[in-house]
């Protein structure tokens, strides 16, 4: 059984950076598609925004709201992806979830929160 612990979030001002963490545990992790989501406050009945994503290959996918300024990567060594949060904003501000996906194999962290506030 595949078990996600996201670690990393934080209270910080506008424009600081942050690096979430996501260990995963179980096997076959370099095989794994991995995922960042977030949740803003207010939006708990709507669908979780996808923010990043990397392949089992190191290949990335980022929202056009975080491009440029967030970074996904994987240390498979470690079991571990991260997603590296630059130039942090107000509107950053939720609750960050990791998944990871193989096959018909799918698992959610529960969440690590982030505030950007000044």
């Known amino acids: 059984q595949v078990q996600l612990v996201e670690s990393g979030g934080g209270l910080v001002q506008p424009g600081e950076s942050l690096r979430l963490s996501c260990a995963f545990s179980?096997?076959?992790?370099?095989?794994?598609?991995i995922f960042w989501y977030r949740q803003a406050p207010g939006n708990e009945g709507s669908q979780r925004e996808l923010?990043?994503?990397?392949?089992?290959?190191?290949?990335?996918y980022y929202a056009d709201s975080v491009k440029g300024r967030f970074t996904i990567s994987r240390t498979n060594a470690k079991n571990a992806a991260y997603l590296q949060m630059n130039s942090l904003k107000p509107e950053d501000t939720a609750v960050y979830y990791c998944?990871?996906?193989?096959?018909?194999?799918?698992?959610w962290g529960q969440g690590t929160q982030v505030t950007v506030s000044s």
């Open positions: 179980g096997s076959f992790f370099s095989r794994y598609t």
């Open positions: 923010v990043a994503i990397i392949n089992s290959v190191g290949s990335t």
């Open positions: 998944n990871s996906k193989l096959a018909r194999d799918e698992y």
